[in-house]
């Protein structure tokens, strides 16, 4: 069966820097806890008064992968878009993004809800639809708009502090003699789907969106997160996806050139790539300081950065693994 490669890739971040500074006229923080608790110096936002959502975002990434592929927007025979920041509830944000971008009236277009594992997700599905044949170009996007969801309240300063804005894109082709994606392992548990969630507005209410689950103390519309509860599943939960890959396709951590972990906290990334695996710092590839958390969007921001920087190059083994809501988590492991 013939296997497929990423031949584009193209991010974006909103011009707008929040740091952490910054978010003190809302919450109250500390650039020290941030820092020491999570790496994150600032992240990207859109400007407040709406307007602005994961499509459009997606699009500028979406665009950048396009030119990096040598491709326009008529090639495309699928959109896959993975967000948990959707424009809105219904329907899929690949739709808005597909008539923004101009791919022509008649395209697939697939939304993918995995949240952190998102790109992951995407990337799979992609990889499955090439190796059958059924597409040869298609669109995968990540791309998330957290900041206008967040609760700007002390309130909720777990969360909101560690969210960033930000989009990445990757053109998906069948493979060449140097690139593939060699293979790529899914999983989940919705035991803990509560651990980390937004709410509201949901079917499960009537009315699915009534003022008063909205408004003074009440905060079902604001994403929540048992912190400690996620990040000690994070860490065994990558460092299993990272093993599975390399144990799958018979080959060792020496092998790897550079691991891409999910930004979430660099804390995470730290236990996993230094105690857990015992990579050296040049093999674990973070940008989470100057991005913050951008969930869907992470993995592809960081590859294509990892890429524009040079420390990764065409034909080098590489591996992604994410962990998130769902919980889910996976990982790729792939020629690049
Ligand atoms: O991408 C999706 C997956 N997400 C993750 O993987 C995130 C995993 N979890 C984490 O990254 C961390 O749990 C957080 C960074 C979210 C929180 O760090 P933590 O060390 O687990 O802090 P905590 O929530 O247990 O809170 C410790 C203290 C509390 O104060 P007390 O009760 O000890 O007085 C919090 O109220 O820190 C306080 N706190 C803050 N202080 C200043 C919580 N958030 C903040 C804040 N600034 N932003």
């Known amino acids: 069966m013939r296997k497929s490669r990423i031949a584009g890739l193209g991010s974006y971040v909103p011009e707008r820097i929040v740091t952490n500074d910054d978010l003190k006229q809302w919450v109250d923080t500390s650039d020290e806890w941030i820092q020491e608790r999570t790496g994150i110096k600032q992240r990207h936002w859109v400007p407040d008064g709406g307007g602005i959502g994961s499509s459009d975002l997606g699009c500028e990434a979406s665009k950048r992968a396009l030119a990096d592929a040598g491709l326009e927007p008529k090639d495309i025979q699928m959109i896959i878009f993975a967000t948990l920041s959707p424009d809105h509830m219904f329907p899929g944000t690949g739709v808005f993004l597909q008539r923004k971008l101009g791919v022509p009236a008649g395209t697939a277009a697939l939304d993918v809800r995995q949240q952190c594992t998102g790109f992951i997700y995407g990337l799979s599905v992609a990889d499955q639809f090439i190796r059958t044949g059924m597409y040869d170009r298609i669109l995968l996007v990540g791309a998330e708009v957290h900041s206008s969801g967040l609760d700007r309240s002390t309130r909720g300063r777990d969360v909101t502090v560690i969210f960033g804005d930000g989009a990445g894109a990757a053109v998906i082709t069948p493979a060449d003699e140097e690139s593939q994606i060699i293979s790529t392992h899914l999983h989940a548990d919705g035991n803990f789907a509560e651990d980390l969630w937004l709410e509201y507005p949901s ?27 996620v990040f000690k599943h994070a860490v065994p939960k990558m460092a299993e ?9 018979g080959v060792s951590l020496a092998d790897l050139k550079m691991l891409i972990p999910h930004q979430a906290n660099l804390r995470i990334n730290e236990y996993v790539a230094k105690q857990v695996l015992g990579l050296p710092d040049e093999k674990c590839f973070n940008n989470i300081d100057h ?33 998130g809501a769902g919980f889910t988590w996976g990982s790729a492991l792939l020629r690049l």
């Open 203 to 229: 079917s499960k209410e009537h009315p699915q969106c009534g003022v008063e689950q909205i408004s003074g103390d009440h905060t079902r519309h604001f994403p929540k997160m048992k912190g400690r509860q």
């Open 241 to 249: 996806a990272v093993f599975e890959a390399l144990a799958k396709n």
């Open 291 to 323: 991005v913050g958390n951008t969930t869907a969007a992470s993995i592809p921001l960081a590859l294509d950065e990892c890429r524009r920087l040079g420390k990764v190059q065409k034909g080098d083994l590489v591996c992604l693994a994410a962990f």
